[in-house]
Each structure stands twice: as structure tokens, then as C-alpha cells.
């Protein structure tokens, strides 16, 4: 899919990534993948025709989340069931291992900010949500010359109604997702009758 993306629409993802360690999240949502846009040099005009400015989508974005408390419960429970700790997490349980002489022997346990910590310089992986983003943005239902994904894309996939963390992001902007996907897609309709 990233083959099929324009270099802004890439860029977009790169940014969430970088969005996504700024914030210390271990993870890559569609929250995240909504700030990208704005870092881009060519916001789509459906949000900032309606106003939305990358810093009131920060504020609102850190408000949702709560540093993962936020989540939806499927989101969390595919970054868990992956070995991601969320904030309040606790550490895992420590293993046991056989010493030289064969009593079993507990490793030491690691302070869940250190498995955090190192977590960040991994590889992010992205929720359930942020991955379904991506999918839709390559399946917008209009009529186009190419099968290129541009930002406006990128953006009509984030906006679905049923992520619960983009509804609350957008509720705490004052508006609704549905109506700025409308837009996006009316957006996209015209650029290609053109």
C-alpha cells in the first residue's frame, strides 16, 4: 500500500510516527496519523477549512488518550497481547530460570519505565484503528484516473465514525468526524471530475 502513496501522503505517516514518540505512545493510531496531516506543508482544506488547527488537534488528541487510558479496549488489548506496556501497565512477571546447580532462580525485574523506554526506540507498531485508516484511505469510493493515495485519502480513512478515539478528538474540537469525511469525499469527487 505505501507503494501506491504520493511522497506527502508518506510523509504524513513518517510524521505520526514522530508525533507518536513526541507524545511517548508506543504505538501508531489514527490519532496520531491526524497530526501527521497537519505537519504536512498541504493540509487537506476539509480541516483547515473547518478551522481545526494542529494545536487545537494536539490538545484535543493528548485529551482523548490519556496517555493510552483513552484506547478503545481493542486497540489495548492488540498493543498488550504484541508485549507493548501501556501506561499503568505493570511489568510483567519475572521469569524463572534454572542456575548452574538447578534451583530455579527469578530474573531481576525491569522498572516498566525502562521497558517503556526502550519500547520507543523499536519499531512502533500500529493499532487496530490506525491500520484500518490506512486500509480505507486505499479504498475511497470515487471514481479517480490513478490508484495514487494522497493526504485527502489518508484523511477520509481516519475519519470513521466507529474510532472511538477520532470521535472523542473531534467532540473535543467542537464538530463531528461523519460530516468533515462528507467533505473530504466531496473534496476528492470534485479534483477528479476536473
Not at 475511497?140 to 470521535?167: C, F, K, M, N, T
Request: hydrophobic residues 45%.
Amino acid at each position: 500500500m505505501f507503494e501506491r502513496m504520493t511522497m506527502d501522503a508518506r510523509m504524513a505517516v513518517i510524521r505520526a510516527q514522530e508525533v507518536a514518540r513526541e507524545l511517548e505512545h508506543p504505538w501508531i493510531g489514527s490519532e496520531h496519523l491526524l497530526l501527521g496531516l497537519f505537519r504536512e506543508d498541504r493540509t487537506p482544506s476539509a480541516l483547515t477549512g473547518s478551522g481545526i488547527t494542529a494545536d487545537a488537534c494536539r490538545e484535543a488528541l493528548v485529551a482523548a488518550v490519556r496517555d493510552g487510558a483513552g484506547l478503545s479496549a481493542k486497540d489495548a488489548a492488540a498493543l498488550r497481547e504484541f508485549g507493548i506496556l501501556l501506561p499503568g501497565d505493570a511489568a510483567p512477571e519475572p521469569k524463572q530460570r534454572r542456575s548452574f546447580f538447578g534451583r530455579r532462580k527469578a530474573e531481576p525485574q525491569e522498572d516498566p519505565a525502562v521497558v517503556r523506554a526502550r519500547q520507543m526506540q523499536e519499531h512502533l507498531p500500529f493499532t487496530l484503528n490506525g491500520k484500518r485508516a490506512l486500509e480505507d484511505a486505499g479504498e475511497v469510493p470515487v471514481q479517480q484516473r490513478d490508484s495514487r493515495i494522497a493526504p485527502e485519502h489518508v484523511l477520509y480513512g481516519i475519519l470513521d465514525p466507529e474510532d472511538e478515539v477520532i470521535v472523542r478528538i473531534f467532540r473535543h474540537l467542537g464538530t463531528e468526524a461523519e460530516p468533515l469525511r462528507a467533505e473530504v469525499l466531496a473534496d476528492l469527487a470534485r479534483f477528479y471530475a476536473a
